[in-house]
């Protein structure tokens, strides 16, 4: 395999070659280790393989030489917590050891669970989200261990295992266990990508979510569709709820929830100022004729990274079989999730959205939360950032593209903004990597890349200001 040479040899070169050196001679090994991780299906939703999996990284962070232990939450898998290493600076590395679930199974090449290298690609569930980043970062440390000395930091490990099904419980456990990480000074968040034009990205936010479902109901059952002249339609009813949402220009139009909405700080456009934005390769990758409003460049930037969504993922209600029923539905459904930024919380979400039905005389509307998240920010001026930037530098020969937020979400808040510690993220997937889809890959180049940047970050980060 090629790999690409070191452009920068900032100090240290003699630790940087023997690194880099055991990564190279490690590397087939380090790639088996992967493929066996990624054997043990562990499926969150469908609670398959779980503890299983929790076994295994305990043991692979105990064979490290970390103090690893299992910490449970009632309800939750258990979270595997591992510290390492001693200095004047404490990261927090956050993964999880869940995946999603496969289906659709047809649609894959090579089967999910069995690992396989395909043309310098290893392919399997969750080998990018998030196994590789996840074991890249465990190998650096081993790497780092074995070929310059002890850790100049200390290490924590928070490894969920229920990521993939919105983290439920993840703020309950930081409430229990606050004062194991509340002082440390910067989070390695879990993931991390090579863009369409192969540029490495760093992201240092999320926005929120808030995923409900909404119900209506008709009659006791359903009904001949002769009788829809005299009796309520549960679908048309939810239609008429949800077109009170959103304009077909797409603006939200629920009570007071844009006034929760504040532009991007000047530190963020100074960011999104310099971050490339493929948008004809992106258009013509989803064969979409323009984005919505056809905006471009800036204010498409904005309304992506900086403004909430409202979003029908699904609608059920009646027959939606082959040829024609006429029949009068007795109930309706939709699910709907809200992407959420600045300081829109889920609970002032679903407060807005109560208000907003209740003030049109949709109180019969049923609303079933499936939860959510905060939306979460890091401070583009903190130190961990700074070393991440150097690291993804000197490791591909070329700035990393820093997005100050993303469209995703994630646990970030409770681990991280609401204790005080600046995430930053990085890790070894690229734009080809189908997250959440079949035939789920990463390039092993990049792997063994990430492992080598993983290294120049532990180096930076411990002698950052
Ligand atoms: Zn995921």
Known sequence: ?????????????????????????????????????????????????????????????????????????EGAPPVVFAELGDGPKTLVIYNHYDVQPPEPLELWETEPFEPAIREGKL????????????????????????????????????????????????????????????????CLWEFGYKDIAERP????????????????????????????????????????????????????????????????????VELMEKMPFEEERLKEDFDIPAFIRDLSGMEL????????????CGVESGYTGQGSKTVLPNAAMAKVDFRLVHDLTP????????RHLDRRGFDDVEIIDWGGEHPSQTDPDAPVVQAAIDALEATYGQEPVVWPTSAGSGPMYPLCEGLGIPAVSFGVGYSGSNVHAPNENIRLQDYVEGIKCMGEFIRRFADSG
């Open 1 to 73: 395999m090629w790999v690409r040479p070191y452009r920068h040899f900032v100090r240290g070169d003699v630790q940087v070659e023997s690194f880099n050196t055991y990564v190279d001679e490690q590397t087939d090994r380090f790639l088996e280790e992967l493929q066996a991780l990624c054997r043990q299906p562990s499926v969150a939703a469908q609670d398959w393989g779980i503890d299983e999996m929790a076994d295994i990284v305990t043991e692979r962070l105990r064979r490290l030489g970390a103090d690893t232990r299992l910490i449970a939450t």
């Open 123 to 186: 392919y399997a569930r969750g080998v990018s989200d998030n196994k590789g980043s996840m074991l890249a970062r465990i190998q650096a440390v081993e790497t780092w261990l074995e070929t310059v000395s002890d850790l100049p930091l200390k290490i924590q490990w928070v490894i969920e295992g229920e990521e993939e099904t919105g983290s439920v419980h993840l703020d309950q456990w930081v409430d229990e266990n606050r004062a194991l990480v509340e002082d440390a000074d910067g």
């Open 201 to 268: 990205v760093i992201n240092l936010g999320l926005k929120g979510i808030y995923y409900v479902e909404l119900r209506t109901r008709g009659a006791s059952r359903d009904l001949h569709s002769s009788l829809a002249s005299i009796v309520p339609n549960p679908a048309w009813r939810l239609t008429w709820a949800l077109s009170t949402l959103k304009d077909a220009d797409d603006r939200i139009l629920i009570d007071g929830y844009m006034d929760h909405v504040a532009d991007p700080p000047p530190a963020a």
């Open 301 to 312: 930037l904005k309304k992506h990274l900086y403004e909430p969504t409202c979003t029908i």
């Open 347 to 354: 609970e002032l979400a679903h407060d807005l959205l109560r």
